[in-house]
């Protein structure tokens, strides 16, 4: 059983959005048994979307299609699945009934084009959206499905989680899918490649791996598909045990886990607190650290020092050291991450200090230099990188490695 | 003339990367007169490369792919090429020698999967790569352009706007494309449209007119399509110079402006400095503002004053007025921005203090409940609103909306 994307919408072929919706449902339906063919993104044309069903209908018995649903004029999904399907748009009371009670508390009051979103194919089984004003329609005719979705994230995950994930697979039993992804840390893509050959040919041939590289890491994605989930599933732990002796300094993390839930997680259970005092990297760490839920229990907060006034007013740097050695020196990084102790009140604290770029560099310093340092309070320990010219790498970069570097300090006890 | 984006990689189809390549192609062959017909993603499957590739040359007389040249076994898309186009690899000595230069001071030793990267198929023009060790292949035959690109995103868009883009544009003249984007503050998607029914009666039948809808936010874009740039681009104005008096108040910028750096601007303009007192925006405003470059010339610092301790020590907030009114509320938000501008040294200051969620919330400020306060040292405005019940969305819905509105109370005069 094959299933496909269509993602519909004139904003994606100009590049206006872009399409998160595909990884989103993959994933989903990869963890459920089911593999996607392929996902294709067509305009907000009738043409160009049937044409699209109807290939997707040749290749695949379950076609997912999102968007261009909306109740303004440019949506024209349900007029293409109507002619897809030989069918007429019929109005439907509950749908009506739903559009109402969704809009009563948002709107002043209700107009013709929320109203058109009661008009439906007759031939189509509907879903009701609790959390938007476009029903989900379920097409099922001589063995094809063509499910139609809201374009709008949270309303197109709301229904494939409740409804779409759950009737397809009590449709369907599949072939078991499992992955695993090993994050690993600062290898470049082809040195990695040539340290795990022996080890790819160790392994089971149903086991794939691909290496995804990104700006400073790199994921590696071990992938085994059969019919028993065990069987799988530990093949690609052994995998993994293999690969521990190869890289172990360098794994970081597994899977969706974010370097900063870890970091947090490590704290919690030490009952210990962190603050950050950021230079270059501009808010960016604080902010990755408070995305995760309940980081309140164990982040104090955090100082954006971006004026040299500030690294001496609420971090306690030494004037002099700026003068001296500079803004960007080992010297003011760890006495930031030691002020920031002192002055936020935590147990911990990162520090970065850096020339982000575009300008700012100096032959000794050039754009990309970057000192983190990480302190108990007392000790302190620091690094100098350089992460190249590109001032939204640069951040991205400082913040990860920051985090990073701290998880594994605290994890090895060196702090 | 239509185009086609072929998006290659297991990683796509199994949801692990989200593809930002084809958004990004999309938008800069837009800009030079080229349309996006369809956008494919497949796996690193010889077959679904090859089907893709067939399927889009019977539709398109250009197919651009990106992906699938790394150096490691899972990038197979040279083997497709070469069967698709009827040819073999065969050893080059410049890229040889690109990938030698490229990689001299990267890596230890240049090792065999680096070296396969110099065979190429033997009919096509290889475009060299000076940021990474693929080639690009330029394949040409009846009429049909096939071009090859890494699937690194640094690496494509160099390739696309140093070669790519000009070889197609010096081959082709096409019909041209013009898109104008409003970014609309705080109206829902079905208000905007019954608000605008009228005007997009009014406007020249050659524009289309998309709504994009975000959490807080509504994209408009007017785009329109023919022989003459002038026209197009006139009519789109008057458009613009249409919608003014129907929804002047909520417009907040245009196209790829973003409200950071339009707050920039303005600030840079008046020779003025800012600095962020955040609570539950964590950060992630100063990380807005600092991504901008040439940020430091404005923006002094912030504060994430997650704990209340450091509401009171960094902040100058008095400690009463948490106890009496609570961290979340008008009271302290303003305290908190006043004391920014004071304790930061800068002439205005946004502050935020919020329930992110999911925990937190009361009967009386329940998760969503978010204040936001703008100051310039002595006048203090607030406004509290509600962003409902997702973190993720609480945090950028508060940290964009303090953006936004300090803009527009520094182009107004209010501050």
Same mark, same amino acid.
Request: aromatic share 0%; no cysteine; charged share 30%.
């Given at each position: 059983m094959q299933v496909e994307i269509i993602t519909i919408g004139d904003e994606l072929l100009i590049g206006q959005v872009v399409d998160t919706n595909s990884a989103w449902m993959a994933r989903e339906l990869n963890k459920a048994g089911m593999f996607i063919n392929r996902i294709t993104s067509v305009s907000d044309g009738e043409e160009e979307i049937l044409n699209a069903i109807r290939e997707a209908a040749s290749r695949s018995t379950i076609v997912l299609l999102t968007g261009g649903? *909306?109740?303004?004029?440019?949506?024209i999904t349900k007029a293409a699945l109507c002619k897809y399907f030989k069918t007429q748009l019929v109005f439907n009371q509950q749908i009506m009934d739903d559009v109402e009670t969704f809009l009563k508390h948002r709107v002043g009051h209700i107009n013709q084009l929320n109203k058109d979103q009661a008009l439906v194919p007759e031939k189509c089984d509907i879903i009701r959206n609790p959390v938007g004003t476009a029903p989900i329609m379920w097409f099922e005719e001589s063995g094809l499905i063509v499910v139609s979705m809201p374009g709008v994230p949270t309303e197109m995950k709301h229904a494939m989680e409740n409804e779409v994930i759950p009737r397809l697979k009590a449709k369907f039993t599949n072939g078991i899918v499992r992955h695993r992804t090993v994050h690993i840390f600062n290898i470049p893509e082809a040195v990695l490649a040539e340290m795990l050959s022996d080890w790819e040919d160790q392994i089971p041939a149903f086991l794939k791996v691909a290496y995804l590289p990104s700006p400073g890491k790199l994921r590696l994605r071990i992938s085994g598909k059969g019919e028993n989930a065990q069987q799988i599933e530990s093949a690609i732990e052994n995998a993994i045990k293999l690969l521990y002796p190869l890289v172990k300094e360098n794994i970081f993390g597994f899977d969706d886990e974010k370097p900063e839930s870890s970091l947090l997680n490590l704290l919690f259970s030490k009952d210990k607190t962190i603050s950050c005092a950021e230079s270059c990297s501009g808010g960016l760490m604080s902010h990755l650290i408070t995305s995760?839920? *309940?980081a309140s229990n164990a982040f104090m907060g955090g100082v954006v020092a971006y004026s040299n006034n500030l690294k001496y007013n609420l971090l306690g740097v030494d004037s002099t050291s700026i003068e001296k050695y500079g803004a960007v020196s080992r010297e003011v990084v760890e006495q930031m991450a030691k002020g920031a102790c002192k002055r936020l009140g935590s147990d911990y604290a990162i520090a970065s200090s850096g020339i982000a770029g575009p300008s700012g560099g100096t032959d000794e310093k050039p754009v990309g230099t970057v000192w983190l340092a990480w302190s108990d309070g007392e000790k302190v320990i620091s690094r100098s990188f350089n992460f190249g010219n590109n001032r939204e790498r640069n951040i991205l970069r400082t913040a990860e490695a920051g985090i990073i570097i701290m998880k594994q300090l605290l994890e090895r006890g060196t702090l």
């Open positions: 649903l *909306g109740p303004t004029r440019d949506d995760v839920a *309940g």
